[in-house]
């Protein structure tokens, strides 16, 4: 096997002002995920690595900077899912600053989603990092909620999926969820066969784009299928992509990497942030096109 990391920023669009913030986000987050597997960490510690520095960076819909709801609040959904099919997640959780370790934690403990208040009381519970939930709310984000502007370049979901020498796959999702959401909305992000999936038979996927749209077709877990017969997972995230267009409307994106550390991925919406790595790249590649 070809240890392997692969993060997204979001299918979104990327206006040029923000090229250089996804670049080095998704790099640095790639970076960090990929010190954790050298290092010896399991391919869950290193998506839950990548994916912290992506929800601690105001660039990105996932922690400090999510979009706000229609309360003008932050609300964070987020998901971890190993290949063994062990999985955790939490959905609408205030005051959180990792969502994406609380998910870890409860995936540790029992699989299985926790909600708002329990969920919140879960991660106390487990001394994770807590704040005020004010404090996540960014500037750029309250601002652009306050004037109800038009934003060109909407914020989405951020995630990874790792692949170590052992074969051990995992994937992780983390999100604000969508701006001026209904407050207690729960998108794709915290599901599993939606936002993200992982069989180390196959391979893993995490998905980024409108919730009721990747919801219905169960974009993960359709691109994972897709990887049958040794497809490649640039040809089976395509595919997926394809399949969610031809029923439904919507923008989305999907990442993948397949049993032998092939990374692939897709969109159609205009952009979508994107850095990988293995053991064959002196350095992370980045891409804002495909």
Wanted: hydrophobic content about 40%.
């Amino acid at each position: 096997m070809i240890p392997t990391i692969i993060v997204h920023g979001g299918a979104k669009t990327i206006t040029e002002d923000k090229v250089a913030a996804n670049h080095t986000g998704c790099t640095a987050a790639a970076e960090a995920g990929w010190a954790v597997l050298l290092g010896g960490g399991s391919t869950s510690e290193a998506v839950e690595a990548a994916i912290r520095v992506l929800e601690a960076d105001q660039t990105f819909n996932a922690g400090l900077g999510a979009t706000l709801n229609s309360d003008g609040e932050v609300e964070l959904d987020a998901a971890i899912m190993e290949g063994s099919l062990c999985w955790g997640a939490v959905a609408a959780v205030q005051g959180v600053r990792h969502p994406i370790s609380v998910a870890r934690k409860i995936m540790d403990d029992k699989p299985r989603m926790l909600v708002a208040r329990g969920a919140e009381r879960f991660a106390a519970d487990c001394q994770a990092e807590m704040c005020n939930k004010d404090d996540l709310v960014a500037q750029e984000q309250l601002q652009q909620w306050q004037e109800d502007q038009k934003v060109i370049d909407r914020p989405n979901t951020v995630g990874c999926v790792v692949l170590d020498a052992s074969g051990i796959l995992a994937a992780g999702t983390s999100t604000g969820g969508t701006t001026k959401q209904q407050s207690g909305r729960v998108g794709d992000t915290a599901l599993v066969g939606c936002g993200l999936y992982a069989d180390n038979k196959l391979g893993a996927c995490s998905t980024t784009g409108d919730g009721e749209s990747i919801i219905p077709v169960v974009l993960a877990k359709t691109a994972i299928d897709f990887l049958v017969g040794d497809r490649h997972p640039d040809e089976a995230a395509q595919m997926a992509i394809d399949t969610l267009i031809s029923k439904v409307k919507g923008e989305a994106g999907c990442i993948l990497i397949d049993n032998q550390g092939r990374v692939g991925w897709a969109y159609n919406s205009q952009d979508m942030a994107v850095a990988y790595m293995t053991t064959e790249m002196d350095k992370a590649a980045f891409f804002t096109k495909k």
